[in-house]
């Protein structure tokens, strides 16, 4: 998108740049102190955002995230090598397109190709078929002081078995982290033990039909057993974020989990995205609500997954696009809603789902300003497997609590996820090629070659 500057002004030692977006009606006004851009409000949406090169001058920031020694310490020379190749081709996006098209004919006509997805792209994202396969992996996370959020990624089949099959697969992920020092949560998708047609119908309030309601009213009670179970057992549980078409039902039922569930402590988290215009309010409004009822708001904090299938849906039904106008306005959400959580920590618990290296110093600035201590179990950073290692392992080295998301499940049925993990590296700008790079940078820095 093409900025146009408007003008600069000087007050009191500071600049004001005045520019204009071409494509909206947005203008954004930027203040700099000593060259440093430390805030602007967007016209568009009428908030202030905090837009810093760094939160903390370079000698004072908490922990660094270039360190590739301490990144790739779990990963032997051979490993390296295997991720250095597989990033390498994740970095070339046709490569991608081309591999993506021929793994799902290959699996339709049942070719033998699985054994080849399991020793690349699957032992890089995934940590097993199956819950005691991902034994190794959390282990070995562990070991570094990173736990591990078994996440089932079977994608349901849209039945009432597979709904029912999916809850049990999640009821099973609940004991496993009672039982394990090294699993702080579990999750699960509310599509994944309901209909998303139904979920959307129930969201828009139309009438339902009396197996409609029926099925609802079972969807609901898998998802109070899921909160129930982990709320019993003591493991905090995420219910994942979705589609916008469908997100106002799932706030629904996890604020309800919430009011039954978190009256002590932060059992039940709802997942924030912050591409989304309204999160931001949405979290303080459910913070009101929860001081009112007497319970702990439990959040996620992610920027957002399904930015391409809003705005395509948003143009061709003409609706108004729920996600923000530019990056810069989500990262300024994000970064304004790690303020509001952690001023309000006595009743908020969070967990910041990002690969942003920036908004995890900011957090970790704003712990060490108001003397938060780094364990505060409050507070959680969470990155996937096999992505953002150097901020996962940095994190963790430095005291951080840092938990990585764990996919599991059969690898047919994995596929979809593992699909999005290819297209999400070359389609999040620059994320395949850091990868790529910091990989590179560890094979020099241990004088081995990539052969």
């Not at 020092?181 to 209909?195: C, D, L």
């Not at 609901?220 to 019993?232: G, P």
Request: charged share 25%; hydrophobic share 40%; net charge neutral.
């Amino acid at each position: 998108m093409v900025i146009f500057p408007i003008c600069v002004m000087r007050i009191s030692g500071i600049d004001v740049h005045l520019t204009a977006k071409s494509k909206f009606t947005s203008y954004t006004f930027y203040f700099y102190f000593n060259d440093l851009r430390i805030k602007s409000l967007n016209a568009y949406s009428g908030k202030p955002f905090i837009t810093m090169a760094s939160p903390l001058p370079k000698d004072k920031i908490p922990v660094f995230f270039e360190d590739t020694s301490v990144a790739f310490a779990s990963k032997s020379d051979s490993r390296l090598r295997k991720t250095y190749w597989l990033f390498s081709l994740m970095n070339q996006a046709r490569v991608v397109n081309l591999g993506t098209f021929f793994l799902k004919l290959a699996l339709k006509l049942h070719l033998p190709i699985k054994n080849l997805i399991r020793v690349t792209i699957f032992e890089q994202f995934c940590g097993g078929e199956t819950i005691s396969e991902c034994d190794d992996t959390i282990n070995t996370l562990g070991k570094s002081g990173i736990g591990t959020i078994l996440d089932y990624s079977v994608e349901g089949e849209g039945s009432e078995a597979s709904f029912d099959d999916t809850a049990q697969e999640i009821l099973n992920t609940i004991n496993k982290a009672s039982q394990s020092e090294h699993i702080p949560f579990s999750v699960f998708k509310i599509t994944g033990v309901a209909s998303s047609e139904l979920l959307e119908k129930v969201q828009r309030k139309e009438r339902l039909s009396d197996q409609e309601a029926e099925l609802f009213s079972k969807a609901r009670q898998r998802v109070e057993n899921l909160c129930s179970h982990a709320h019993k057992l003591n493991v905090r549980i995420f219910v994942d974020a979705e589609e916008s078409w469908i997100q106002g039902i799932i706030d629904e039922l996890a604020y309800e989990m919430m009011e039954k569930f978190n009256k002590e402590k932060a059992i039940v988290y709802n997942t924030y995205q912050l591409y989304r215009h309204e999160t931001l309010d949405a979290l303080k409004g459910a913070y009101l609500v929860a001081r009112q009822k007497g319970y702990v708001l439990g959040g996620k904090l992610v920027r957002g997954a399904y930015m391409e299938k809003e705005r395509l849906r948003a143009r061709e039904n003409e609706y108004f696009n729920p996600i923000h106008v530019n990056k810069e306005a989500t990262d300024s959400d994000y970064n304004s809603a790690i303020d509001f959580c952690i001023e309000n920590l006595h009743h908020i618990s969070i967990c910041l789902g990002t690969h942003n290296e920036y908004s995890c110093q900011y957090c970790a600035a704003k712990m060490e300003k108001l003397g938060i201590d780094k364990k505060d179990s409050r507070i959680w950073f969470a990155q996937l497997l096999g992505m953002s290692d150097n901020i996962s392992y940095n994190l963790a080295k430095a005291n951080y609590n840092v938990a990585k998301y764990v996919p599991y499940g059969p690898i047919s049925a994995v596929l979809p996820y593992l699909m999005r993990r290819a297209e999400e590296n070359t389609s999040i700008a620059g994320q395949s090629s850091r990868e790529f790079l910091m990989v590179k940078s560890e094979l020099k820095r241990r004088g081995i070659s990539s052969l």
